[in-house]
């Protein structure tokens, strides 16, 4: 389940609420802009004994963004073989989803800020959805999240 969110400042966030353990999420948040070229934002994983945050992951406009991926995903609902994956050029945030019976798409959501320095680290959550409907409903949010469009609460 995703939802637009404010953060106690009154900013703009998107919040993705894994469907089988609501303790275990995503937040986009943060987004800001230097130029025409680019979106940074900040991106928060939280879990069970677990929180995690990367300040600045870069979404290029040239490059395929997140949302292409994951409207990608939400078009086959009926399912797919293996795992489909996604990244930051920078490599700082990537993706991978898996589908399991029942219609169930799982997200697993990786952090590894600063990917190629000595002593960095990474962190992961899995966020699992509805395959068709609620995928559709979060490429839909993250695509307005990268606009900057992002609006009040999305049931």
């Known amino acids: ?3 637009a969110d404010s953060d106690i ?3 703009p966030g998107l919040t993705i609420h894994c469907q089988e353990n609501p303790s275990v999420g995503v937040r986009f ?5 230097f130029d025409t070229d680019s979106v940074h934002y900040a991106v928060e994983l939280w879990a069970p004994g677990l929180t995690a945050r990367a300040n600045e ?4 406009i040239w490059d395929s963004d997140l949302a292409p991926f994951l409207e990608e995903l939400a078009a ?3 399912g797919w073989d293996g795992e489909r994956s996604w990244r930051t ?3 700082d945030l990537m993706v991978s989803a898996v589908f ?12 590894r800020p600063w990917p190629s320095a000595a002593g960095g680290w990474s962190a992961s959550v899995t966020t699992w959805l509805e395959g068709g409907e609620q995928m559709a409903s979060l490429a839909s949010d993250v695509r307005h999240f990268l606009a900057g469009a992002i ?5």
């Open 76 to 78: 086959d609902y009926r």
């Open 100 to 111: 399991r019976s029942g219609g169930h798409v799982g997200l697993t959501w990786t952090l």
């Open 9 to 11: 400042d009154d900013k």
């Open 89 to 91: 050029d920078d490599k």
């Open 57 to 60: 992951v870069v979404a290029w």
């Open 29 to 33: 948040c943060d987004r800001f802009s």
């Open 151 to 155: 609006d009040g609460q999305v049931d």
């Open 1 to 3: 389940m995703t939802s």
